[in-house]
């Protein structure tokens, strides 16, 4: 057996050295485990998988695979929009970013149900809550959807929905205040019979003026808010409605 170049062994062990960190962190999407690089940290191994992937067209198929791995494990659909529509369908609840009239955040839940025509939220909350306050004197709101943790295999690539979104207050004489009361009574139950009796019970309309979808690493998609089957993909095409 031939003698080994002491050049290809300094070859060999440099591209053992860049490869290494590239499969570690593949391997911590794919399987939820977090692995250290042996020569860089995982968010330097991170940084030099996007800067190769901007010079190598066939490495975001490794990306891609990964991908599809993840979603075999956590029932997620390949495509984006199907799983956008199918994320916004299993949510419930939403967190609220709100800002009191000092300029101090502010952050809480409420339940919600949807406008099927534009795709505004609606929520009913107490006037004993601060954040309807906040919600009563600001034009803006900040609104979150997240999955589950005990439906996340990676914690770091959480599957989530941020809206900014415009304001409005429903007066309980606008004929909109019953029909969406109605809407938390069908997806809620009786507590909604108890609720909306209580006078000091508001609804606030929440209009997405502008959203971000974020289904795994590099699938961060723009929504676009006037067009519910369209998402820009961030550095990338957009995804149409299938």
Known sequence: ??????????????????????RRF?????????????????????LQYTSLQRRAPNLPR??????RLLAMQTGESDDPQTTFRTFLASRKSLVLATTSDGGEAHASTAP????????AFY???????????????SARVGVLL??????????????????????????????TWNEVADKFAAQFGGIVGVLRDLQDFCIFRLA??????????????????????????VGGPSEQAK
């Open 208 to 233: 997405p003026t502008k959203g971000r979808f974020v289904m795994g690493f590099a699938k961060a998609y723009d929504v676009d808010t006037k067009d519910w089957g369209r998402l820009v993909h």
């Open 123 to 137: 929520v009913m909350v107490s006037g004993l809550s601060a954040h309807t306050g906040h919600l009563a004197r």
């Open 62 to 67: 490794v990306r891609t695979h990964g991908a």
């Open 146 to 175: 997240v999955a589950d943790e005990s439906e996340t295999t990676q914690l770091f690539a959480r599957t989530r929905a941020s809206f900014d979104c415009d304001v409005a207050l429903i007066p309980r004489s606008d004929t």
């Open 1 to 22: 057996m031939g003698t080994i170049h002491p050049c290809c062994k300094i070859s060999r062990w440099h591209s053992h050295r860049a490869m290494n960190p590239l």
């Open 112 to 119: 919600f149900v949807r406008d099927g025509a534009d795709g």
């Open 26 to 46: 593949a391997a911590a999407f794919t399987t939820g485990v977090h692995t250290t690089p042996r020569y860089s940290s995982a968010g330097s191994a991170c």
